[in-house]
């Protein structure tokens, strides 16, 4: 970006003094102690970034001896004593070209001056001056299409300061310069190290992480005025539109109904950056609006919906941008689907069937999944076990998901925590670190979570969670430690929300889905044909705890009781199940004096659904966003059941029979 604006002679008049302080400093800040820079701030050095930061410091104002420690002078004979510039790859070379200054050997000179004499007067003739004209119109109408499409945001940064050169080159005083300058604010930031340049704004993608990690720890009445701002962005967030004109010729996808990553005005749809933003919508609208705000428009949920639909490939994963030759949208739909049961009902149950066999079939060998976008295989296996579990697949039904909570039991340090090397990305091959990372331990407790560890032995998760707790600061931050990001598997991305959110999250799942919930003991596993189909079904034998939570879940008018103890019954009640008479109805009743009454239609109580049988399928969930209070409108207040002698009786009966086990709230 500094040697753009150089070269159109605005440095001066976008950056000032402090502006290129604070660019300098941030340069410093990261070189490598052999005077050169990596691709990224933990990389080894390299020729061509190594050139780039050079020539930027000189730009900026430092002299050939100049910089902090001899910054200038140590870059210089990194790179003489590494053959000189002329080893910088190709992207390097570009810049250095654009500035007047492009080493080239005999051979390529002489390549060079053989084009420029003898084969470009050739092409200046007909046909071929035709051919290249066209062809050169062609490549200015596609980047004048991006520009207007992205609100001269491009998307992203290497595209940033290369489309905004060519607008001035053809026209210094076009509008189209003037208003790619307007939004380089979109890709300043300035952090704890100095002043940089942003890959791409990361509003919603961040806002999503965000959202649940609050929503985790069931924290909405802490927070209503916090969530509320958040549901805004999203609603106003999501691109209504699609690209204009004919978007095809212009190699797009529709965008209608998408999220960004950063916000509207980008553009640039992205698959899971909508499907993160739709599963926080679809929390949303089964809160309270006094906390939350309305909900979005189903329409708008539709439109979403649609546009993931349209990535699945043939063999059941979704691309990032558009349609290629997926554990996050697996969520998102489930999600989506119990709010609206009917919309594409056979197309979305086809979609997330496909995407789970898509998930299986790409775990690796150890049981670990490889992710795209975080440092590595322990994101990549949260996402993915937590995408199956979404799906109706867990360790009880599901070899993967058996083999990836296998992974992250083995891979756990004496400590308790995780620790991954960044060069796990590039080489495709888990690479441990020396090191515990927080928000790798924040990834392998929530893998084992959502594996259900806390059923079979729940030690590796307390001792994760004993890592997460001893490891932030008085103020209560975390530690900023490695980089999290990733892409393209070389390019290493600091997000800095990361060291917070993943941590939060995790301890807030802890809180909901082990803390606050004892499994029982005892749970009777057998086999029911439904449709001519075996499928394993969970009979938990269960005790009702003694605070009760009244949670009125999408309508005021059907109520069901969520207890706090055990976590069996909590996704019972929460999925909802199916049940052979019906859903069990009721009305909640606030009187004037006493505690909410929950009033169930006729015989169809609680116990007595359980006690006689009367569910027909169990549909195991352990997403907390759903199972627990969190995405419901909660009183927490003990609550008086009708019949209440009664059911003490009951209760006691069953203890006697040794169905139950107490359990201390």
């Known amino acids: 970006m500094v ?67 001899n910054a200038c002078a140590r870059a210089r004979k990194w790179i003489l004593d590494r053959g000189g510039a002329l080893y910088s790859a190709s992207w390097g070379k570009t810049w250095m070209a654009e500035d007047n200054y492009s080493p080239r050997g005999k051979v390529q000179r002489f390549m060079w001056d053989t084009l420029y ?115 805004d962005f999203l609603k106003i967030s999501q691109v209504r539109i699609n690209p204009s004109g004919d978007y095809r010729a212009h190699f797009r996808h529709i965008s209608k109904g998408s999220w960004t990553f950063s916000d509207r005005d980008n553009g640039w749809q992205v698959s899971d950056c909508t499907a993160e933003a739709l599963r926080c919508c679809c929390l949303f609208a089964m809160m309270s609006p006094d906390h939350v705000g309305e909900p979005m428009e189903a329409e708008c949920m539709y439109d979403a919906v649609n546009f993931i639909m349209s990535l699945q490939s043939l063999n059941g994963g979704v691309s990032a941008w558009e349609p290629t030759g997926a554990p996050k949208w697996l969520e998102a739909l489930v999600l989506f689907r119990k709010l609206f049961p009917s919309y594409r009902r056979k197309e979305i149950r086809n979609f997330i ?47 993967a998901v058996r083999k990836g909570v296998d992974f992250l039991l083995k891979t756990q340090r004496e400590d308790g925590g995780w620790g991954e090397h960044y060069t796990s990305c590039p080489n495709k091959k888990y690479t441990a670190q020396d090191s515990t990372n927080l928000v790798q331990t924040a990834f392998g407790l929530m893998g084992l979570i959502h594996g259900r560890q806390a059923e079979r032995d729940p030690t590796p998760i307390h001792r994760a969670v004993r890592v997460l707790m001893n490891g932030q600061l008085d103020d209560g931050d975390f530690p900023q430690q490695e980089l999290m990001g990733v892409f393209m598997r070389n390019g290493m991305l600091h997000y800095g929300a990361y060291r917070n959110v993943f941590p939060l999250w995790a301890l807030g799942e802890y809180r909901t889905q082990v803390v606050n919930f004892v499994v029982p003991p005892l749970v009777e596993q057998q086999q029911s044909a439904k449709r001519g189909r075996k499928r394993l079904t969970e009979r938990p ?125």
């Open 541 to 665: 034998l269960i005790q009702p705890g003694k605070m009760l939570e009244v949670s009125k879940v999408l309508s005021p008018k059907i109520a069901y009781l969520n207890l706090s103890l055990p976590q069996e019954l909590g996704r019972l009640l929460a999925t909802p199940p199916k049940m052979k008479g019906g859903r069990p109805k009721g009305s909640l009743d606030k009187p004037k004096d006493g505690p909410p009454r929950l009033v169930l239609n006729g015989r169809k109580r609680l116990l007595k659904l359980i006690e006689d049988d009367m569910l027909e399928e169990v549909i195991p969930s352990t997403d907390s966003s759903f199972a627990t209070p969190e995405a419901m409108e909660v009183v927490q207040k003990e609550v008086v059941v009708p019949s209440k002698k009664k059911l003490s009786t009951e209760v006691a009966a069953m203890e006697q029979e040794s169905k139950v086990v107490e359990v201390e709230h």
């Open 3 to 69: 040697m753009s604006l150089h070269l159109t002679g605005c440095l001066n008049v976008v950056f000032s003094a402090e502006h290129k302080k604070e660019i300098l400093r941030y340069t410093y800040n990261h070189q490598n102690e052999d005077g050169g820079w990596g691709l990224h701030i933990s990389g080894p050095s390299m020729m061509f970034t190594t050139c780039l930061n050079y020539c930027m410091m000189r730009i900026l104002g430092e002299g050939p001896e100049g910089g902090r420690d």
């Open 353 to 399: 069937t496909r995407a789970a066999d898509y998930v299986e079939s790409t775990q690796y060998a150890d049981g670990s999944w490889y992710a795209c976008w975080g440092i590595c295989f322990f994101y990549g296996t949260w996402f993915s076990i937590k995408g199956l579990e979404a799906a109706g697949r867990t360790y009880n039904n599901c070899e």
């Open 117 to 231: 004499h003898v084969a470009e007067p050739i092409l200046a003739l007909w046909p071929f001056k035709k051919i290249r004209d066209n062809a050169v119109q062609f490549t200015i109408d596609q980047m004048q299409y991006e520009d207007e499409n992205s609100r001269y945001i491009t998307i992203g940064c290497v595209q940033k300061p290369l489309m905004m050169l060519a607008c001035w080159t053809e026209d210094p005083s076009g509008e189209a310069f003037k208003k790619h300058l307007a939004r380089l604010d979109d890709y300043i930031w300035l952090g704890e190290d100095g002043m940089k340049m942003l890959s791409c704004g990361s509003q919603t993608w961040d806002s999503s992480f965000r959202i649940q990690a609050l929503l985790a720890g069931n924290l909405h009445n802490e927070f209503g005025p916090v969530l509320k701002k958040a549901h």
